[in-house]
């Protein structure tokens, strides 16, 4: 079955970056996209980004994000840059299938906590 | 803030039925396909209801979606105290300017 595990919670300083790791299994890796969506404490659910595990391409909701990925070990990354404490989170990867944009999100990481505290 | 509004909240007794609505423009719900996510306190979200009104396997069929013009619906019949959760739509927005995925601003649902 289609498992998505993230790395583990983050405590972050002001200023610095984050990277977010999100091993994949179960599936043909490059057959999908991996949309990224975050959720502040209290708060709805914001979508970050996509990428496409087949070429690479990209789409970004916001500045600050640089999403990749790892053909070889099947799985997709997040860096987050210039942290400020609103970018306190959890942070979601998600399958999305289709080769050039999102159309629904099917399966979903456990989330990530990111704390960001002077 | 989000371009897709839902009620924040709505609630019903066990076994009746709920209905969530979320409205939107002619730049997403009009012209894209509606997805819906259930998500569950402290628990990731999960896909109920993709490509309008289809049901991945395994979700109940008390769970169905409809669209029409700028506005989904969400429905929930039969509702069960296991359906306290949060529910978010979800489409895209194919504005010119900057394309991109957009979640609705989500509504609690309550079983009384």
């Known amino acids: 079955q289609v498992q998505l595990v993230q790395s583990g919670t983050e405590v972050k300083k002001p200023g610095a970056s984050v990277k977010v790791s999100c091993k994949a299994s179960?599936?043909?890796?490059?057959?999908?996209?991996i949309s990224w969506v975050r959720q502040a404490p209290g708060q709805g659910l914001e979508w970050m980004g996509w990428i496409s595990a087949y070429n690479g391409n990209t789409n970004y909701a916001q500045g600050r994000v640089t999403l990749t990925t790892d053909t070889s070990t099947s799985t997709a990354y997040m860096e987050l840059w210039s942290l400020r404490s609103d970018d306190t989170a959890v942070y979601y990867c998600a399958t999305s299938p289709g080769l050039r944009r999102v159309y629904y999100l099917d399966h979903w990481g456990q989330g990530t906590l990111v704390t960001v505290s002077s | 803030q989000s371009v897709l509004t839902q009620p924040p909240s709505v609630s019903a007794a066990p076994g009746q039925k709920v209905t969530i609505s979320c409205s939107g423009s002619?730049?997403?719900?009009?012209?894209?396909?509606v997805s819906w996510y259930q998500q569950l306190p402290g628990t990731a979200p999960k896909l109920l209801i993709y490509?309008?009104?289809k049901r991945p396997s395994g979700i109940p069929d008390r769970f169905s979606g409809s669209k029409s013009g700028t506005s989904a619906t969400l429905a929930i019949t039969g509702l069960q105290t296991g359906d306290e959760a949060g529910y978010y739509c979800g489409t895209w927005d194919s504005r010119l300017s900057a394309p991109h995925y957009v979640f609705g601003t989500g509504t609690k649902v309550t079983v009384l």
């Open positions: 490509e309008n009104n």
């Open positions: 002619s730049s997403n719900i009009e012209n894209n396909y």
């Open positions: 179960g599936y043909n890796f490059t057959k999908y996209g």
